[in-house]
């Protein structure tokens, strides 16, 4: 049953969080620490492999009890109950957000897909996958974007040194997501038709940043194959479809038996469990991939068994509350120190943007309090030589993620030294240690001379937390990505919001198609703007002038 909620703001829990934050806003980290010797036992959790450490978020004792008052104010055990007992938590689109059944061992609905999918995988990477011609595959591109790229784009790169079984070779991946044609231009460049496979992933299938990518790929292969483009030969050889949608698979040409289905419950930024994540599959094996499962399961228990206090995407998730909506901060760094996760920050920009970029309640009504933070963000060693200068000297308060890894390395990879290679980790986890130091204790970090001049200061007081995985794994990773997905969950509780629809996007879509007209020909265009038509006389122009 959906829980009934009342006004945010009309809580007195929420005013005294306010009254709170006026008071503590001002606190520096540094007293803090120093008020609490049992700080960090006090603001940390461990479960899953994951260590969640939050000691430096400027929260005290008080603000974190009220704040989990607030959780159970707003009934956030029975939303819980409600998203695992497959109620319709996303109203607008009346469904269910079953994303976590993909993740569940004994759930006999998404049996089928998977076994299809490991029949697929199997044949990939044991080399019977056959092209048209008999060759066997070396390429698989993936064709789709926003969530039918961004997760298994992250987990593939992430867990690329997965050891596969004996006899099993690895194809190389490639991505290819925007509309322009660059990247699917570039990724066909070195390609051989003969040994390449492409998976058209999209849910909805009428996504057209997809399906022209797809055209792309099917005239290439057809070309190159000398075949016609409706070959039914080269569709069965070369393209795998992903999608909800059955029909619009067959009616572009995949053939019913390389059709890979999921269901309308699983939300595009939730996909990469079902078999949106074959890309991963085909990275990690069928085994690696049910061991990312099992870690998203253990996840899944966890948040649905643990008491609020003791959860972790809880916990998490009032933090960043905590920071918007009391304290003012409402950008949030992501910075792994650990290179495998590059494109960690990418899929969280979805995944948390995405879901609760939201301005309305679900009661239709707008709302007088900020919701989701501008999530960005960057490999962290990297970014020390970016954008760090901001967070360290900069005018604005920033909330910062930092990610490592405890373990790595325990053997050489590539032509690389595993001594090597573990000094290379030390030297990013200190990294990591002390930059999350400096930002928060600032130059009493390092008891420094006070009387330097104020350019060479650091104030301090930037809060973060820390995530430290036991280690990189299938398991791990699938934890973390669940942990994120129900703290994003746990937030729209509190604001009262609907995490699961996107609709800020659609109109975007439908406004485009009439702008391809204006940018054909802008003076028959109905009534644009003096800026676009401007703009599309401009572009106009100059492709005349090209001819
Ligand atoms: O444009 C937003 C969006 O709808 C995302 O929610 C989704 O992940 C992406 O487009 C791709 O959609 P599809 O998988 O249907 O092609």
Same mark, same amino acid.
């Given at each position: 049953?959906?829980?009934?909620?009342?006004?945010?703001?009309?809580?007195?829990?929420?005013?005294?969080?306010?009254?709170?934050?006026?008071?503590?806003?001002?606190?520096?980290?540094?007293?803090?620490?120093?008020?609490?010797?049992?700080? #960090?036992?006090?603001?940390?959790?461990?479960?899953?492999?994951?260590?969640?450490?939050?000691?430096?978020?400027?929260?005290?004792?008080?603000?974190?009890?009220?704040?989990?008052?607030?959780?159970?104010?707003?009934?956030?055990?029975? /939303?819980?109950?409600?998203?695992?007992?497959?109620?319709?938590?996303?109203?607008?689109?009346?469904?269910?957000?079953?994303?976590?059944?993909?993740?569940?061992?004994?759930?006999?609905?998404?049996?089928?897909?998977?076994?299809?999918?490991?029949?697929?995988?199997?044949?990939?990477?044991?080399?019977?996958?056959?092209?048209?011609?008999?060759?066997?595959?070396?390429?698989? @591109?993936?064709?789709?974007?926003?969530?039918?790229?961004?997760?298994?784009?992250?987990?593939? #790169?992430?867990?690329?040194?997965?050891?596969?079984?004996?006899?099993?070779?690895?194809?190389? +991946?490639?991505?290819?997501?925007?509309?322009?044609?660059?990247?699917?231009?570039?990724?066909?460049?070195?390609?051989?038709?003969?040994?390449?496979?492409? +998976?058209?992933?999209?849910?909805?299938?009428?996504?057209?940043?997809?399906?022209?990518?797809?055209?792309?790929?099917?005239?290439?292969?057809?070309?190159?194959?000398?075949?016609?483009?409706?070959?039914?030969?080269?569709?069965?050889?070369?393209?795998?479809?992903?999608?909800?949608?059955?029909?619009?698979?067959?009616? /572009?040409?995949?053939?019913? *038996?390389?059709?890979?289905?999921? /269901?309308?419950?699983?939300?595009?930024?939730?996909?990469?469990?079902?078999?949106?994540?074959?890309?991963?599959?085909?990275?990690?094996?069928?085994?690696?991939?049910?061991?990312?499962?099992? %870690?998203?399961?253990?996840?899944?228990?966890?948040?649905?068994?643990?008491?609020?206090?003791?959860?972790?995407?809880?916990?998490?998730?009032?933090?960043?509350?905590?920071?918007?909506?009391?304290?003012?901060?409402?950008?949030?760094?992501?910075?792994?120190?650990?290179? !495998?996760?590059?494109?960690?920050?990418?899929?969280?920009?979805?995944?948390?943007?995405?879901?609760?970029?939201?301005?309305?309640?679900?009661? %239709?009504?707008?709302?007088?309090?900020?919701?989701?933070?501008?999530? /960005? %963000?960057? *490999?962290?060693?990297?970014?020390?030589?970016? #954008? #760090?200068?901001?967070?360290?000297?900069?005018?604005?308060?920033?909330?910062?993620?930092?990610?490592?890894?405890?373990?790595?390395?325990?053997?050489? $990879?590539?032509?690389?030294?595993?001594?090597?290679?573990?000094?290379?980790?030390?030297?990013?986890?200190?990294?990591?240690?002390?930059?999350?130091?400096?930002?928060?204790?600032?130059?009493?970090?390092?008891?420094?001379?006070?009387?330097?001049?104020?350019?060479?200061?650091?104030?301090?007081?930037?809060?973060?937390?820390?995530?430290?995985?036991?280690?990189?794994?299938?398991?791990?990773?699938?934890?973390?990505?669940?942990?994120?997905?129900?703290?994003?969950?746990?937030?729209? @509780?509190?604001?009262?919001?609907?995490?699961?629809?996107?609709?800020? $996007?659609?109109?975007?879509?439908?406004?485009?198609?009439?702008?391809?007209?204006?940018?054909?020909?802008?003076?028959?265009?109905?009534?644009?703007?003096?800026?676009?038509?401007?703009?599309?006389?401009?572009?106009? !122009?100059?492709?005349?002038?090209?001819?």
């Amino acid at each position: 049953m959906i829980p009934e909620q009342g006004v945010l703001t009309s809580s007195a829990i929420w005013s005294q969080l306010k009254e709170l934050a006026k008071g503590e806003g001002s606190q520096h980290l540094v007293d803090l620490f120093a008020g609490n010797k049992d700080r #960090f036992n006090q603001f940390s959790l461990n479960d899953c492999q994951i260590l969640a450490d939050y000691s430096k978020q400027r929260m005290s004792s008080a603000a974190c009890e009220l704040l989990v008052n607030l959780a159970e104010e707003r009934q956030l055990s029975l /939303w819980r109950d409600a998203l695992f007992a497959g109620d319709f938590v996303n109203c607008t689109e009346q469904r269910s957000a079953k994303h976590w059944l993909l993740r569940d061992p004994l759930a006999a609905e998404v049996k089928g897909q998977l076994d299809a999918m490991e029949g697929m995988v199997s044949r990939i990477l044991g080399g019977h996958w056959r092209g048209v011609l008999g060759d066997a595959i070396t390429d698989v @591109v993936n064709v789709g974007v926003g969530g039918s790229e961004l997760g298994p784009l992250m987990a593939a #790169f992430a867990l690329q040194s997965v050891q596969l079984n004996e006899g099993q070779v690895r194809p190389r +991946l490639h991505f290819a997501s925007s509309m322009d044609g660059s990247q699917i231009s570039q990724a066909l460049q070195d390609l051989n038709p003969r040994t390449t496979l492409v +998976l058209v992933s999209s849910k909805s299938f009428t996504t057209v940043d997809t399906l022209h990518n797809a055209n792309t790929a099917r005239s290439w292969l057809a070309r190159g194959l000398g075949l016609a483009y409706t070959d039914e030969a080269m569709m069965r050889c070369h393209f795998i479809g992903i999608s909800a949608e059955a029909e619009r698979m067959a009616e /572009w040409g995949i053939v019913p *038996v390389n059709q890979l289905l999921f /269901w309308d419950w699983v939300g595009g930024r939730y996909s990469l469990w079902s078999a949106i994540g074959l890309p991963i599959a085909l990275t990690v094996g069928m085994e690696g991939f049910r061991e990312l499962l099992a %870690g998203a399961h253990d996840m899944d228990t966890h948040f649905r068994v643990s008491s609020l206090k003791e959860n972790i995407p809880v916990m998490l998730a009032l933090v960043d509350v905590w920071n918007i909506n009391f304290l003012d901060i409402r950008t949030r760094a992501v910075l792994p120190y650990d290179g !495998r996760l590059k494109h960690l920050p990418a899929y969280l920009e979805q995944l948390e943007m995405e879901s609760n970029g939201k301005s309305v309640s679900r009661a %239709g009504e707008s709302l007088t309090y900020h919701t989701c933070p501008v999530i /960005w %963000g960057e *490999v962290g060693p990297n970014a020390q030589h970016a #954008f #760090f200068q901001l967070l360290h000297q900069g005018s604005q308060s920033v909330a910062s993620e930092f990610l490592m890894t405890a373990r790595r390395y325990n053997e050489a $990879v590539h032509s690389c030294s595993a001594q090597e290679l573990e000094a290379q980790h030390a030297l990013a986890n200190a990294n990591c240690l002390a930059q999350s130091r400096l930002l928060a204790l600032g130059d009493k970090a390092l008891e420094q001379d006070l009387s330097l001049p104020a350019y060479k200061r650091y104030h301090g007081n930037q809060p973060s937390t820390t995530l430290v995985l036991d280690e990189l794994s299938p398991r791990t990773l699938g934890a973390l990505l669940v942990m994120y997905e129900h703290k994003v969950f746990v937030q729209a @509780v509190i604001w009262g919001i609907n995490p699961f629809d996107q609709w800020g $996007v659609e109109m975007g879509k439908v406004i485009a198609t009439d702008m391809l007209v204006g940018l054909a020909d802008p003076d028959s265009a109905e009534v644009l703007d003096a800026s676009s038509l401007a703009l599309a006389r401009h572009v106009a !122009r100059k492709q005349k002038s090209r001819e």
